[in-house]
């Protein structure tokens, strides 16, 4: 006997419904993996500007600080817990006195958080510092 009636099978709407069950899993994992991603570029995006603000401090040392806010002999490594939109980064400032060449100082800034995940990111900037100012 044949069938003539016209239409979807069972099967076939469940295959469908699982279809567009799996396609819509997706597209919500993935919503959440940019969220995340989105959120982790805003934060690189405050933790480089905190870590080129203590750079910039450092560029305006002079040798007698009749110039400048600090004399070269003050920069030093510190390290120091910030706030940033509502999470708490620490900043860590590491120098190496005269590296690369006698009379300079290798600074190295390191801003550090923990993103939603908790999976620690970080931003460096590392940058050379002469004792002789273009100021002085």
Request: aromatic residues 8%; glycine residues 6%; neutral net charge.
């Amino acid at each position: 006997m044949i069938s003539k009636s016209k239409g979807f099978s069972l099967i076939e709407v469940l295959i469908s419904f699982v279809v567009l069950t799996v396609g819509v899993l997706g597209l919500v994992k993935l919503q959440a993996y940019m969220e995340v991603k989105s959120e982790n570029a805003l934060h690189s995006i405050d933790t480089l500007y905190l870590a080129e603000e203590k750079l910039e401090l450092f560029r305006t040392r002079s040798q007698s600080a009749g110039t400048g806010t600090m004399l070269y002999s003050d920069i030093k490594g510190s390290t120091e817990s910030l706030s940033m939109a509502g999470t708490t980064v620490s900043r860590v400032v590491v120098v190496k006195n005269d590296f690369p060449v006698l009379g300079t100082k290798h600074i190295k800034v390191s801003v550090n958080w923990t993103d939603r995940w908790n999976t620690p990111q970080t931003v460096d900037l590392d940058t050379v510092i002469s004792k002789y100012s273009e100021f002085d």
